[in-house]
């Protein structure tokens, strides 16, 4: 079965310096795999995804994510944090192994920026 | 394009009294729906999943239940809210072989 482990329930960094954000995954097969994020009372919204093409994914707002397959890594990271970073971030993976499809997420991180 | 519309945006509703909460898709023909809720402090969970009309899925029992009346329409329900009802509620879909996700805009339900 697929599963989604974000290792990290809360981040706090300082504004300016780098942000990471851990997720492992695992799957019987090639996954589909995204990073959303969520700020306070808004609806999702995709950073990046990676769909078995290039293994670093480039997402907006100058983050990004490194496919790691011998590690089962997913980790989202930016060089330098802004202070409207300080959101709620998602690591998903899409199961394909039902009929019907499912997204499997991992239970978030939230980030924290000071300044 | 493949739009989600979900409303409301956030509602309060008082327990006991009943809830329907509504997720329309554009774009898009014999969708695969789904209807997850985030809890406080917890990740989001798979409530209901729907292939086609009048087919739904329920991954965990609960107080609440789904419909598919139509073949883009999602209609989460309950006839009777909890208290722990309350949360934030996401309908989606996945499109492209599961290489794509769409979400609605997502409903914060507060039960008082």
């Known amino acids: 079965a697929q599963s989604v482990t974000q290792l990290d329930s809360h981040v706090s960094v300082s504004e300016g310096t780098p942000v990471l954000l851990r997720c492992n995954y695992s799957s019987s097969y090639s996954p589909s795999l995204f990073w959303y994020v969520q700020h306070p009372n808004k609806g999702l919204q995709l950073l990046l995804k990676?769909?078995?093409?290039?293994?670093l994914v480039k997402g907006i707002n100058g983050f990004e994510a490194e496919f790691k397959k011998s590690e089962t890594s997913f980790h989202l990271t930016k060089p330098s944090a802004h202070m409207s970073d300080a959101a709620e971030y998602f690591c998903v993976v899409s199961d394909q192994t039902g009929s019907q499809g499912n997204l499997i997420f991992g239970k978030g991180t939230k980030l924290s920026v000071k300044p | 394009s493949q739009t989600i519309h979900q409303w409301p945006a956030t509602l309060v509703q008082p327990v006991g009294s009943p809830l329907s909460l509504e997720c329309t898709v554009e774009g898009t023909s014999n969708p695969n729906l789904y209807w997850y809720r985030q809890a406080a402090g917890r990740g989001l969970q798979l409530l209901f999943y729907s292939v086609g009309i009048g087919q739904i899925s329920s991954e965990v029992p609960q107080n609440l239940s789904a419909s598919r009346p139509q073949d883009r329409q999602f209609i989460l329900s309950s006839k009777k809210l909890l208290l722990s009802d309350s949360g934030f509620y996401l309908c989606a879909r996945l499109g492209q072989g599961g290489t794509e996700a769409f979400f609605g805009q997502g409903t914060r339900l507060t039960v008082v």
């Open positions: 990676y769909t078995s093409a290039a293994t």
